[in-house]
Structure formats: C-alpha cells, structure tokens
C-alpha cells in the first residue's frame, strides 16, 4: 500500500508510487494536474478524475460543468479545454473506450446512475455510484479495462484480491471526517493460516492508516483493505473489477480474536456482519 496527498506530498512520493501502479499494470500510467486549464491531445486513451474545483470542459463538441467526483474520457487524439482550472487525476488506459461511454461522467447529475448498494457499502440507503463498470447490471457504462465506483465507505468489510486474475485499487479520496481510516495488511497468509499466530504476533497484522481528504491510495493486488469512519472515494480498479475476485477477511479475523481472547484495543478489528463466514464477490 502507498498513500499519497496530491499538491502537498513531494514529488518523489506520487513517482514512487505510480511507479508500483505501472510496475503492477504494463500499459497504464498515470499523472495528476493541478489546476489544470486543458489536456492536449494523445495516442492513448485517458480518464481524468476531477478532484478539485468548478469550470466549465469542453472536448470536441462535448461541453459540461465539471465538480469533484465527475470524470471525463479523452478518447486517442482528443483535446481537453477547461473554462477555469480543475485538479485531475489522470490515467492513461491501453484499451480504447467502448463508443457508448459517454466524454463526460457525472455520477449526481446523470440520470442513468443511481444508488447501487454493495461492494464496500452494502445497506440499502448507501451512496454508492457506479461510474465505469464490469457487469452490466452494476450501471449504465461498461468498460472492462477501468472500473471506478463512488462511494461512502462507513463499515466496508476487510478483503483482498488475488495476484492470479485479480486487480489493484486505488482509492481517490474525496471526503474524510474525522476518524476516517483505512485498515491494510500485508500478512494475508497468516491471517488466512492462523493456526500458528500467537498474541504478540497478532498486534502486527493489521495496520491503521488516519485519511484526509486529498489522499490518494494505491493498493496492490494480494494486500487486505477496510475503510472505515465515512470516507467518500472513488474507489478505482485496474484492470476492471472481476467478479469472484474480492475475497473476504472478517471471519478470519474474528475466529483469530476468539481463538487469542483478544478484546479491546488489542482485538483485531473487522465488519461484524461479514465475519459470520466466507465472504466473496
């Protein structure tokens, strides 16, 4: 896991970790304007995440208001015109856009999106937009190469995706009251084989990381993930999100409290609902 705070972190941070983003995905980049006023055109195709200020973009004969949490998608070739500044997160993607993905994606204004609970926010009042999706059921826009989902993460359970036939994360981090955080792991194995675990050990599987808004998050395929305390995020996954690829934590979790008679503090947290059994999605 790397967590970057874009405009404020040195440089070295953001290469370092788009460095392991294109190590982990050949053929994608990524980048981040501030205050930008135009993207020029280029042969790949790119997705820009707005995550600051209001202005009005114009591509080709396309134009809309753009806000933080709207995206917009640069076919090869195209040029990017803003009417003020934004602040983008920019990937580059090596597989063109399907015809129907619209240039501009806006998650609260357009109509073809709406609440769709699940994933990291299950219950039926959650905010939960599905921009770029997988599975047509999921939304409106499907593109297999990126998927983004945006969405308030009060209770998401702890899961990981798999290095064969999974896909890394990043969590572009929108809003962050105070106690948002984000729990990870690198140690999934001994969460998963806990036989062995003693108490002394148990205190260092699970890390807790404060989030601000502004914070960017990459995390890589076979490292376990939980946020918590109402973050809002586009939560985007490189490649698409893969069914069967988000492999439940909790019940391990819980089972490793039990077994240790870890309470308190010293309990490793975990999403009481999905720690009644396997969990995968």
């Known amino acids: ?63 809309s208001d753009l806000l933080i949490g709207d995206l917009v998608v640069l076919r090869a070739g195209h040029e990017l015109v803003i009417d003020g500044r934004l602040d983008l997160v920019v990937f580059d993607v090596p597989t063109p856009a399907p015809n129907d993905v619209p240039v501009f994606v806006r998650p609260d204004h357009d109509l073809r999106i709406t609440d769709t609970p699940g994933g990291c926010a299950t219950k039926g009042d959650a905010y939960r937009r599905v921009l770029l999706t997988w599975l047509d059921e999921n939304g409106p826009y499907r593109w297999r190469a990126l998927n983004t989902h945006r969405v308030r993460m009060h209770d998401s359970f702890s899961h990981f995706h798999p290095h064969d036939g999974g896909f890394d994360e990043m969590y572009l981090v929108q809003d962050a009251p105070p106690g948002a955080r984000l729990y990870t792991s690198s140690k999934v194995d001994r969460i998963e084989q806990a036989t062995g675990v003693t108490a002394a050990e148990a205190v260092d599987l699970v890390d807790c990381t404060p989030l601000t808004t502004g914070d960017l998050v990459w995390v890589g395929r076979g490292a376990m993930h ?16 893969v069914p069967g690829a988000e492999i439940g934590l909790d019940h391990h979790l819980r089972a490793l409290n039990e077994r240790l008679g870890l309470s308190g503090d010293a309990a490793l947290p975990f999403n009481a609902e999905a720690s009644l059994g396997p969990v995968v999605k």
């Open 1 to 63: 896991m790397r967590i970057v705070h874009l405009g404020n972190d040195a440089p070295g941070a953001f290469t370092a970790l788009r460095q392991d983003f294109t190590d982990s995905n050949p053929g994608y980049d990524l980048s981040y304007h501030g205050g930008c006023e135009r993207l020029d055109p280029l042969e790949s195709t790119r997705v820009g995440f707005v995550q600051g200020g209001a202005a009005v973009a114009s591509v080709g004969e396309e134009r």
């Open 226 to 241: 939980r946020a918590v305390g109402g973050v809002l995020a586009h939560v985007i996954t490189v490649p698409g999100f």
